[in-house]
């Protein structure tokens, strides 16, 4: 790093919907030159009597610096905060540069971000006051979108210009799929647009899935389908915030990845791990017995409907008070794939690591605080269901026969329920693996 950068960290308070100032976050070089990330909370906040730690894993509420090295100097809570691959793409779109530096952008993205925090160079903070589309304006937006998608260059000042400014709040979403947010009488919503290219009619089928995920008992985001010229949209509620007669209430939400306090490189993802994500549920969670059911029970239903893209950014902790809990389950997709004997999760998952099969989920119950009939039982339970009401409910969504045949080999697969026997191999033991719990 060639220079020293730095802004003030902005968080709005459990109750509140204006912003207050929380502390400060430098980025400089260290000793050898990689990029050192220090945060340090302000004085007169930590005197509030409802200041809240930013997270419950490494910004708790103290007065000393906090000081990292990994993840390019950013912790995990405001990494949480940043734009992922389709919000930097918006964001050099309308900058004009094809690519930034990594402050550059936590300060570009709106204000709106997942979770409560903001970011500015002012140490008082912005009003929380975001313009959002409506959803009326859907068909813009999905015009946007794909303009975006395809690089169609931007003409400054024309309508289609002004147009993409509407996508500008969804950009601090994480996710590779074009999306934006829009407000109803209901209050906020991620709105997930399909692509031209995509292999089936992805809005539909995540909404199925998410219904499907609903009937197995789990907790999920609330969603719906809008129809635009012959275009479908998902719909998602936003669980981090909530709508009050003068604006926005904003809750604290940290990922799995940051709860795990891992990166995403390959040598992070030793440590994506499902266990290891159930021993920090229940140092953070408020009922870490609840969740850890709620948690064992996705992971099932996970493997049940071939959801491989089920890493620790698609998994989080929200707090709409000051108490923290799972969040509702969100980005549920299935993966049909040709290999019917053996599919992996994106976590590990059980003794055999990642392994998507019975043998191995039930391996690890105890991290759960599960008994091996406790989960046996709610495996049982969802599998059945899935294979049962997978068909009918993606009909209900909407899903055409033809993409049901497209999706159908994603839905409990053999390999499920493999024998196991012949992976008990020695090999090199993760962190996860190991029962390490940091």
């Not at 996710?175 to 292999?199: C, T, Y």
């Not at 709860?259 to 140092?283: I, K, M, Q, T």
């Not at 707090?319 to 299935?334: E, G, I, N, Q």
Request: with cysteine; net charge neutral.
């Amino acid at each position: 790093m060639s220079s020293e950068r730095e802004c003030f960290v902005y968080i709005l308070l459990p109750g509140a919907t204006e912003f207050v100032t929380a502390g400060r976050f430098r980025l400089s070089a260290g000793s050898a030159g990689d990029p050192v990330g220090a945060f340090v909370y302000g004085r007169r906040y930590r005197e509030r009597a409802d200041a809240v730690e930013l997270d419950p894993v490494e910004l708790r509420l103290a007065g000393h610096v906090y000081e990292t090295g990994r993840m390019g100097g950013f912790f995990g809570a405001i990494r949480d905060a940043m734009p992922d691959s389709w919000g930097r793409r918006v964001i050099e779109r309308q900058v004009g540069a094809t690519r930034l530096d990594e402050f550059d952008y936590l300060l570009q993205g709106p204000d709106d971000r997942a979770g409560a925090l903001g970011f500015g160079l002012a140490v008082e903070p912005p009003a929380a006051m975001p313009r959002f589309a409506g959803a009326l304006e859907l068909d813009k937006l999905q015009s946007a979108a794909d303009a975006v998608v395809a690089g169609v260059p931007e003409r400054a000042g024309s309508a289609d210009a002004q147009v993409e400014e509407l996508l500008w709040p969804g950009t601090s979403l994480g996710g590779a799929r074009p999306k934006a947010v829009v407000q109803d009488a209901d209050g906020l919503w991620i709105a997930k647009f399909g692509s031209r290219n995509d292999r089936w009619n992805h809005p539909r089928v995540e909404h199925g899935i998410l219904a499907l995920a609903r009937a197995c008992g789990l907790r999920v985001a609330d969603s719906r389908i809008e129809t635009i010229a012959d275009r479908d949209v998902l719909l998602v509620r936003r669980f981090d915030r909530a709508r009050t007669d003068t604006g926005y209430q904003r809750h604290r939400m940290v990922s799995a990845l940051t709860l795990l306090r891992a990166g995403d490189s390959p040598v992070d993802r030793a440590n994506w791990s499902y266990l290891l994500f159930a021993d920090e549920v229940r140092r953070a969670s408020a009922d870490p017995q609840a969740d850890r059911r709620e948690l064992f029970g996705r992971m099932c239903f996970n493997a049940a409907v071939s959801n491989l893209d089920d890493h620790p950014r698609n998994h989080a902790i929200v707090a709409p008070d000051r108490a923290w809990r799972l969040s509702p389950a969100f980005d549920l997709t299935p993966s049909p794939v040709v290999a019917q004997d053996r599919r992996d999760l994106a976590m590990t998952c059980g003794r055999f690591g990642r392994y998507a099969n019975r043998a191995n989920l039930l391996s690890g119950c105890g991290r759960f605080l599960l008994s091996e009939d406790e989960a046996a039982a709610i495996f049982e339970r969802i599998v059945e269901t899935v294979r049962v009401e997978w068909h009918s409910t993606m009909r209900r969504a909407g899903v055409s026969a033809t993409d049901c045949d497209a999706i159908r080999s994603a839905f409990v697969y053999p390999g499920l329920f493999h024998d196991v026997a012949e992976d008990r191999k020695p090999r090199r033991k993760s962190r996860a693996q190991s029962g390490v719990t940091g």
